[in-house]
């Protein structure tokens, strides 16, 4: 299964939990998220319990012909596996791994083919590209924290920037969308934060303009980009006056 849709992603996420072995539950679920620790298990929790509603939200949004209601047959029990998340502590994976049915996993593949035979299909990055886009994210940070821009500017830059390294650890899960709303956060706040024909506005603008190159370059599914990336495009544009 791929994962250029929500239901795809959900999938993809449910059939490798599916497949882990029989151990604590918690061990495993930090492999999956790529955390280290409890609260990064329960933050990915969260992320999936978002996954699974943009999932419904989505397919309940198709035709009547591709009739979401049997396409949504095992989302109350897809919703019990996340809810289940919260007290991952005591138990041992095999709670979760026979609850993840091959019927399942099948329910989902035809959510993700509906939602593609309907136009609902986004860019994807691989691994290899999100961690070169996570080192560029870093890069970006570094340069502005030994800058001398204003400290309150510094102070917002890093932060919006921070949740674009955020969207991209987690992109398994938000999908590039996250990504993308990440990124409009971190230019609109730049456009509002710095003044038209300003050297801080140029600095910032030159900055987030090869960082939103980066993207484009390593994110695959061209034919989606351009519909789906427009009002970003547009604030790095007004950024670096180009």
């Given amino acids: 299964m791929g994962t250029e849709n929500s239901a795809a992603r959900l999938g993809a996420i449910l059939e490798q939990a599916r497949q882990q072995p029989t151990q604590a539950a918690i061990d495993v679920w930090m492999r999956i998220f790529d955390v280290s620790n409890r609260v990064g298990v329960l933050q990915g929790a969260a992320d999936l319990a978002r996954l699974v509603d943009q999932v419904e939200h989505e397919v309940r949004a198709l035709p009547e012909d591709e009739d979401p209601e049997h396409l949504l047959a095992f ?33 989902l593949a035809s959510c993700a083919r509906a939602l593609r035979r309907n136009g609902r299909a986004e860019p994807v990055f691989s691994e290899d590209s999100t961690n070169q886009l996570v080192d560029n994210v ?23 920037l921070r949740d674009v ?3 991209l650890l987690s ?42 190159g980066k993207i484009g370059e390593h994110a ?8 789906a990336t427009a009002t970003t495009a547009e604030a790095v544009k007004a950024l670096t006056g180009g």
């Fill in 220 to 227: 695959q599914g061209a034919e989606a980009i351009a519909s």
């Fill in 171 to 212: 992109v398994r899960i938000g999908g590039y969308a996250s990504v993308e709303k990440a990124m409009d956060a971190l230019t609109f706040g730049a456009v509002r934060a710095t003044k038209q024909g300003s050297e801080e506005r140029a600095q910032v603008g030159s900055w987030l303009g090869r960082l939103w």
């Fill in 75 to 107: 989302l109350p029990e897809i919703r019990k596996i996340v809810d289940a998340l919260l007290y991952v502590g005591g138990v041992q994976m095999n709670h979760f791994t026979a609850q993840v049915t091959g019927e399942m996993i099948y329910s």
């Fill in 165 to 167: 390294e955020e969207a």
């Fill in 138 to 160: 870093r890069a970006v940070i570094d340069d502005v924290v030994s800058s001398d821009l204003p400290s309150a500017l510094k102070e917002l830059l890093v932060d919006r």
